[in-house]
């Protein structure tokens, strides 16, 4: 099982980015998938997670400005993020609690002007 994240970046405040995670030897459909992040010096906090029959859940500090989704067909998960701050810079991590120690390669994400 690999999940591999990408689309991070550097974006100026008020900006947007959307992450992808790429699932392999994993059906996304059949498991609670999330997006974490670790911004440096702090511990790693929960972003967002989406559950098999589609429900959602955000951090409070994300909540109305990112969206989590998937694409069963494609296994891949996905974190659209809007209107960014700079206390979202953080590596992001694609994560399934199936997989409790799984995490994978994150994407940076820094926003920044």
């Known amino acids: 099982v690999q999940l591999q994240a990408y689309g991070g970046g550097l974006v100026q405040p008020g900006g947007s980015l959307r992450l992808s995670c790429a699932a392999s030897?994993?059906?996304?459909?059949?498991?609670?998938m999330g997006w974490y992040r670790q911004a440096p010096g702090k511990e790693r906090e929960l972003v967002a997670t989406?559950?098999?029959?589609?429900?959602?859940l955000y951090a409070g500090s994300v909540r109305g400005r990112c969206t989590i989704s998937r694409d069963d067909a494609k296994r891949m998960v996905y974190l659209q993020m809007n209107s960014l701050k700079p206390e979202d810079t953080a590596v992001y991590y694609c994560h399934t609690p199936t997989y409790r120690y799984l995490w994978g390669q994150g994407t940076q994400v820094t926003v920044s002007s």
């Open positions: 030897g994993l059906v996304v459909s059949r498991n609670t």
């Open positions: 989406i559950t098999e029959i589609g429900n959602t």
